[in-house]
């Protein structure tokens, strides 16, 4: 059975840095394309970052430069390092996977078919 388990959210000022992680259970991590989604209150699931299953790796604008998505094959563990935070990045951060090549796909949520249970991420000013 697949199983996604995300960890190192938390609350930090303006500025700050913080490291999700996303250990991966029950398949063949290499074989999967990897993504970090986040959801705001009132807000829709929006994209934040992804591991294709060939390795390529694609970023929101409103984070490019700032984050980075890399991916432990080894660990079975896909990782969000997040440097100068903001408080609009304050949401749940999930990650989540499916089989295969996404593509341009890469930011639709109902492209994946396996979700973590979330992380939360609180930036204040």
């Known amino acids: 059975q697949v ?3 995300e960890s190192g959210g ?25 993504g970090w989604f986040r959801q705001a209150p009132g807000k829709e699931r929006e994209g934040v970052a992804a ?29 969000l390092q997040m440097n100068s935070l903001k408080p609009e990045d304050t949401a749940m951060y999930y990650c989540a996977a499916d089989w295969g090549t996404l593509g341009v796909r890469w930011g639709h949520p109902y492209e994946y078919n396996y979700w973590g249970q979330g992380t939360q991420v609180t930036v204040s000013s």
């Not at 992680?21 to 063949?28: I, L, N, Q, R």
């Not at 591991?51 to 896909?78: C, E, H, M, P, W």
């Open 3 to 5: 199983q996604l388990v």
């Open 10 to 34: 938390g609350s930090v000022q303006a500025g700050g840095s913080l490291r999700l992680s996303c250990a991966v259970f029950g398949y063949s991590y290499s074989t999967y394309s990897m």
């Open 51 to 79: 591991i294709d299953s060939d390795g390529s790796t694609s970023y929101a604008d409103s984070v490019k430069g700032r984050f980075t998505v890399s991916q432990d094959n080894a660990k079975n563990t896909l990782y």
